[in-house]
T-cell receptor, first 113, second 114 residues
Framework: NAGVTQTPKFQVLKTGQSMTLQCAQD?????MYWYRQDPGMGLRLIYY???????DKGEVPNGYNVSRLNKREFSLRLESAAPSQTSVYFC????????????FGSGTRLTVV | GENVEQHPSTLSVQEGDSAVIKCTYS??????FPWYKQELGKGPQLIID?????GEKKDQRIAVTLNKTAKHFSLHITETQPEDSAVYFC?????????????FGGGTRLMVKP
């Protein structure tokens, strides 16, 4: 029972480089989310996908794009990485929006130098 | 939109003591309140949740209480153990209508001293 799988676990980027964070869930969940967590801070929503085929901005979407590739996969792309994007990124999924608990992945620790 | 405030931001207790973390929410239409535990280097994990049709829910050493009138809910951990040391997040949502996602509190770092 894999749950939510995120790749990679760690990544170091140079300023201006691009990369895509991958997320896949095997629970047949409808909704998926991307959060960032900075040191000493809580979870901030970047983008979410309420259902396959839809995506919407969250609290901190600037500098990011997302793709809901299919029901299982939801990717986060940094087109031109900046040091301010150094953070731990979590993907999560849920059966339907906020009516049920979220299942989180183990995170991607990203450093932009 | 919904606003969830969580207190305290840090909490240190002696092993065996009880710990209480409190959250308040702003939207009276919220009806689902989960709690998450995040251990170092891991993602948050759901540990208990409560819906607005009940006032209290227990699961072994942890319990959650809900006061809808005052719009606050609390996590109670009894007989704390070192493995309870983690960051705890509360959250609230209005249920399963489109767009009604979880709003998280700012987190509480719990330290249980042996």
């Amino acid at each position: 029972n894999a749950g939510v799988t995120q790749t990679p676990k760690f990544q170091v980027l140079k300023t201006g480089q691009s990369m895509t964070l991958q997320c896949a869930q095997d629970m047949n969940h409808n909704s998926m989310y991307w959060y960032r967590q900075d040191p000493g801070m809580g979870l901030r929503l970047i983008y979410y996908s309420a259902s396959e085929g839809t995506t919407d901005k969250g609290e901190v979407p600037n500098g990011y794009n997302v793709s809901r590739l299919n029901k299982r996969e939801f990717s986060l792309r940094l087109e031109s990485a900046a040091p301010s994007q150094t953070s731990v990124y979590f993907c999560a999924s849920s059966r339907d929006n906020g009516a049920y608990g979220y299942t989180f992945g183990s995170g991607t620790r990203l450093t932009v130098v | 939109g919904e606003n969830v405030e969580q207190h305290p931001s840090t909490l240190s207790v002696q092993e065996g003591d009880s710990a209480v973390i409190k959250c308040t929410y702003s939207d009276s239409a919220s009806n689902y309140f989960p709690w998450y535990k995040q251990e170092l280097g891991k993602g948050p994990q759901l540990i208990i949740d409560i819906r607005s049709n009940v006032g209290e829910k227990k699961d072994q050493r942890i319990a959650v209480t809900l006061n809808k009138t005052a719009k606050h809910f609390s996590l109670h951990i009894t007989e704390t153990q070192p493995e309870d040391s983690a960051v705890y997040f509360c959250a609230a949502s209005k249920g399963n209508n489109a767009g009604n996602m979880l709003t998280f509190g700012g987190g509480t770092r719990l330290m249980v001293k042996p």
